[in-house]
């Protein structure tokens, strides 16, 4: 079936970076893009941006332009979220999902824990 | 940029009861509206695309309506297992969104 795989929980100081792993499975990886979107404690969900795999193009969210990088290796059909400078407020479960047909999100990766802390 | 808002931020609703939430756009969107429902620790699970269409494995009680600038979802038949959060999210134009959510509980 398919499937999307992240990697595991991180703890990052201030001003560090992180780097987030989405695995994918059950398709084709480079026919549907992947977008990454964050729940904060507390709030919402927040889309963050996009990368089509095939292209490599990628389109990101204002608030994260110039703080993070969308990219993949697609010969192991894994997506990355690279984010840097990363502030207490950045503290969130990060998700990856596949953009279906219809533009619908489906399926999640299990979300990644990142806590950003002093 | 459009801007999703949901109605209302909060449900309580009984067992075998009926919730609508209503989903408002900035401006039209067409039918490229979709809805989530969010559990805490889980990861969001699609329960309706493109406003009005079915997915496999979810329940036909939950329904679709909508197009343009105002939809809704209807959760028929209320189960305990239906208390989520419950989001609406835009596929038509960069950069997307999502609505604020609407925390629905079972009493």
């Known amino acids: 079936q398919v499937q999307l795989v992240q990697s595991g929980a991180e703890v990052k100081r201030p001003g560090a970076s992180v780097q987030v792993s989405c695995k994918a499975s059950?398709?084709?990886?480079?026919?549907?893009?992947i977008n990454w979107v964050r729940q904060v404690p507390g709030r919402g969900l927040e889309w963050m941006g996009w990368?089509?795999?095939?292209?490599?193009?990628?389109g990101y969210a204002q608030k994260f332009q110039g703080r993070v990088a969308m990219t993949r290796y697609t010969s192991i059909s894994t997506a990355y979220l690279e984010f840097e400078s990363l502030r207490s407020e950045d503290t969130a479960v990060y998700y990856c999902?596949?953009?279906?047909?219809?533009?619908?999100?489906?399926?999640w990766g299990q979300g990644t824990l990142v806590t950003v802390s002093s | 940029e459009v801007v999703l808002t949901q109605s209302p931020d909060f449900q309580s609703v009984t067992p075998k009861g009926t919730v609508t939430i209503t989903c408002r756009a900035s401006?039209?969107?067409?039918?490229?509206l979709h809805w989530y429902q969010h559990k805490p620790g889980q990861s969001p699970r699609l329960v309706i695309k493109?406003?009005?269409q079915s997915i496999s494995g979810v329940p036909s009680r939950f329904s679709g309506s909508g197009s343009g600038t105002v939809f809704t979802l209807t959760i028929k038949s209320l189960e305990a297992g239906d208390a989520a959060t419950y989001y609406c999210?835009?596929?038509?134009?960069?950069?997307?969104?999502f609505g604020q959510g609407t925390k629905l509980e079972i009493k």
């Open positions: 999902t596949r953009r279906g047909d219809y533009g619908d999100f489906r399926p």
């Open positions: 059950g398709y084709t990886f480079i026919d549907y893009d």
């Open positions: 990368m089509n795999p095939k292209s490599g193009n990628t």
């Open positions: 401006q039209s969107i067409g039918s490229d």
């Open positions: 493109f406003a009005f």
């Open positions: 999210h835009q596929s038509r134009s960069l950069p997307y969104s």
